[in-house]
């Protein structure tokens, strides 16, 4: 069954540095997202990517974090500058389209630690 | 994005029926409810959807309340590996917006 695959598992950088989180969504999806969860809180929704450009995102998309996909198949997201409060699972998820019955599938997760 | 209520915790025992609620008052027409779960140190992952009609799939069933203020998703027979945190999402776009959701333990 195909799925969606984060990499690495664990990363952990140092505040002030720069991280770069890479997904595979699933081959035929269009859609793109990013979710972040805080250790003991709720999943908390990011960006959405499509058609080579941004969605929607979220307050906390700010202008340290940017979302890319450098070829057809990996969807990345960078981090400019880390802070601590950034420490976080990052969830990748991809859908085949837009519509709000399709399902999102979800990557196992990064999970970022910033020192 | 309309509001669920679901309650923080449930206790299941293993082998037996699990029915998980959900209270959606201000669901607007065009919402359709969705149930994704997370296991433990995982993602989420999707279990089932519906917009009005009762809905059945291989991993649960869901049934919507005739005036949809409210749905209930039922695990038919609670297996261990059933232990997460389920959450019952209203959508009309295409981003998920996760609520606090309903950790269900099973009990062996």
């Known amino acids: 069954e195909p799925e969606v695959t984060q990499t690495p598992s664990h990363q952990v950088t140092q505040m002030g540095q720069e991280v770069i989180l890479r997904c595979v969504p699933i081959?035929?999806?269009?859609?793109f997202y990013w979710y972040r969860q805080i250790l003991g809180q709720k999943v908390e929704f990011l960006v959405s990517?499509?058609?080579?450009?941004?969605?929607?995102k979220s307050e906390i998309f700010d202008d340290q974090f940017s979302v890319e996909r450098p070829d057809g198949s990996n969807f990345t997201l960078k981090i400019r500058s880390t802070k601590l409060e950034d420490s976080a699972m990052y969830f990748c998820?991809?859908?085949?389209?837009?519509?709000?019955?399709?399902?999102?599938?979800f990557g196992p997760g990064t999970r970022l630690t910033v020192l | 994005d309309a509001k669920t209520t679901q309650p923080n915790s449930m206790e299941s025992n293993e082998e037996e029926p699990v029915h998980l609620p959900c209270n959606h008052s201000?669901?607007?027409?065009?919402?359709?409810i969705h149930w994704y779960r997370q296991l433990p140190s995982q993602g989420p992952e999707y279990v089932i959807h519906?917009?009005?009609s009762n809905v059945n799939n291989r991993m649960a069933s869901l049934a919507i309340a005739e005036d949809r203020k409210s749905s209930t998703l039922i695990l038919h027979r609670a297996t261990l590996r059933d232990a997460a945190v389920y959450y019952c999402?209203?959508?009309?776009?295409?981003?998920?917006?996760f609520g606090k959701g309903t950790r269900l333990h099973i009990l062996p």
């Open positions: 998820a991809s859908r085949i389209t837009g519509l709000p019955y399709n399902e999102q599938f």
């Open positions: 081959s035929n999806h269009l859609y």
């Open positions: 990517f499509y058609n080579n450009e941004i969605s929607e």
């Open positions: 201000t669901i607007s027409g065009t919402d359709y």
């Open positions: 519906g917009l009005t």
């Open positions: 999402i209203l959508t009309r776009d295409d981003k998920i917006i």
